[in-house]
């Protein structure tokens, strides 16, 4: 196979490489084999890989053969290293955790592979998915394609740098706070933060308030259809999103009715400041949006509340101490503050100094907070905020090993203040690449949906997409290191 041929495979969808498989124009061997061999040739300079598993990966594409009816026989993916895939190290980026390697697949990854997806390794993301940017002590930074100087964005951050760069046509990431979007808005790729409970976290949880699973695409059609073979519960989940009255994929190719959408470039954090090229490419984008007929009135939201940031600390600082609790469990012994880089440990003492009862009420707060939202928000159909409230961030600016960690978490914060509201109201959102900066950086919008409307969030995605598309952006080619 030609060098560039073999390159270019990569930037292609996942049908249509599952396609050139069930033919026999290609070997999934072949297949694999081209990822491979580009995460050998960039990863080391982009770091984006915690582990990659070349004999484990060619095994399993010599077990698929021409005509596998399987959707996605052969195509390569990569999992963010958060979620357990047999037989590979679980670590979140962590020195506590060991090279800990669980004997069970997370129900994703079980997903994944039953659809004929190939793992060709896991990805990298800050320790134990705390921040939007990619530079676990661990393991060191991750990597931008774009710019390598700066982040690929957090938490899912080198999966996106593994999709944007070519290594993978696609990748597994996960969303507690933005960990979805915010990394595909800073790669120049699609992330959708699907409804609350719309993908099972089973075996291992049965609900989470803040997060859940998805991936990261360059298209939407290709998030859509991994939406449906992800979407739906597992036995035994304690809760789980209602289902959809079609597939994903089949509602975003047809084109939306006339739709009323709500502009703002309003965050939700009072400190926040937003470059003035994220306002612009908001307001191009709801430009965009009049041009295709659809209703675009800029509001004014009811979320900038003090209390906010501390009620979400409150149930976001008890979901990683979890993550924590089950390697305490696994280590036979509780953490130290060696173990942990300064702001993992701040958290984790943040987690064990809260009370149930202060728990529970901030949970509650949040619930009745995002009632309001959801409440305010029903008279449109869509929100369109920015991505983003900069650039991608160069490396070392949200410092998780400084004298002062807390800081570094409300500077994360400022960077990404249009995120984690829709966490907390569970309603899905979608970070989309519709422009550029002058210096050749992605710049992204997001747009949020009613509650379990991801369909029809995807159609409009869909219509932006063919009237602005992206898909053919790519970085320049990363060189390893001399």
């Known amino acids: 196979m030609p060098e560039a041929t073999a390159t270019d495979l990569m930037f292609r969808p996942v049908t ?23 995460i050998d040739e960039l990863n080391p300079r982009l770091n984006a890989f915690v582990d990659v598993d070349h004999e484990g990966a060619l095994a399993a594409a010599d077990g698929i053969g021409a005509g596998d009816e399987r ?6 993916i990569a999992i963010k290293n958060n979620r357990p895939v047999a037989g590979m190290r679980l670590t979140l980026a962590a020195d506590f955790t060991g090279d800990y390697v669980p004997e ?24 134990w998915g705390i921040l939007p940017t990619s530079e676990a002590r661990r ?57 609350r409970g719309r993908i099972s976290l089973a075996p291992e949880a049965g609900q989470q308030f803040l997060v859940v699973d998805g991936v990261l695409t360059r298209t939407v059609a290709e998030t859509a259809q991994l939406l449906d073979l992800l979407a739906g519960p597992e036995l035994g989940d304690a809760s789980w999103a209602p289902p959809p009255a ?49 209703e675009v009135v800029e509001v004014e939201p009811p979320w900038r509340v003090p209390e906010v940031l501390r009620l979400f600390t409150a149930s976001f600082a008890p979901a990683i101490a979890m993550q924590i609790a089950f390697m305490a469990m696994v280590n036979g012994r509780e953490p130290t503050e060696s173990d942990m880089e300064p702001l993992s440990w701040a958290i984790w003492n943040i987690a064990r100094d809260l009370s149930s009862v202060e728990h529970m009420g901030a949970e509650l707060q949040l619930q009745a907070f ?48 249009f995120t984690a509201m829709f966490n907390v109201s569970g309603q899905p959102a979608i970070s989309l690449p519709l422009y550029q900066r002058d210096d050749g950086l992605p ?40």
Not at 71 to 76: I, L, N, S, T, Y
Not at 106 to 119: E, P, S, T, Y
Not at 158 to 182: E, F, K, L
């Open 71 to 76: 959707p996605f026989a052969g195509v390569p």
């Open 104 to 127: 069970f697949d997370h129900n994703v990854v079980r997903r994944l592979k039953q659809a004929g997806f190939v793992i060709v390794g896991t990805t990298t993301l800050p320790e």
């Open 16 to 38: 249509e490489l599952a396609a050139l498989v069930r033919s026999g124009e290609i070997s999934a061997r072949e297949l694999v084999q081209a990822s491979l061999d580009r």
């Open 370 to 417: 995002s009632r309001a939202v959801i409440t305010w928000a029903d008279e449109y159909d869509a929100l369109l905020t920015p991505a983003l409230a900069e650039a991608p961030v160069p490396l070392g600016t949200i410092d998780s090993c400084g004298p002062d960690p807390m800081a570094a978490f409300a500077r994360s914060g400022r960077f990404t203040p």
């Open 246 to 294: 079609e597939p994903f994929a089949r509602t975003a190719e047809r084109e939306p009715k006339r739709l009323r959408i709500a502009l703002t470039t309003v965050p939700a954090l009072e400190n926040a400041e937003v470059d003035p090229a994220c306002v612009q490419a908001t307001q191009d984008a709801g430009k965009l949006l009049e041009s295709l007929g659809h």
């Open 443 to 482: 710049l992204g919008v997001q747009l949020a949906a009613r509650p379990a409307a991801e369909g029809d969030l995807l159609a409009l995605a869909a219509q932006i997409e063919a009237a602005h598309p992206w898909a053919d952006r790519r970085p320049a080619p990363v060189a390893a290191p001399a």
């Open 139 to 195: 393991f060191g930074p991750t990597r931008n394609p774009w710019d390598p100087e700066r982040t690929p964005g957090g938490s899912s951050g080198g999966s996106a740098a593994a999709v944007a760069s070519g290594m993978v046509p696609v990748a597994h990431g996960n969303d507690g706070g933005g960990s979805t979007r915010i990394p595909a808005a800073c790669c120049g790729l699609v992330g959708l933060k699907p409804q």
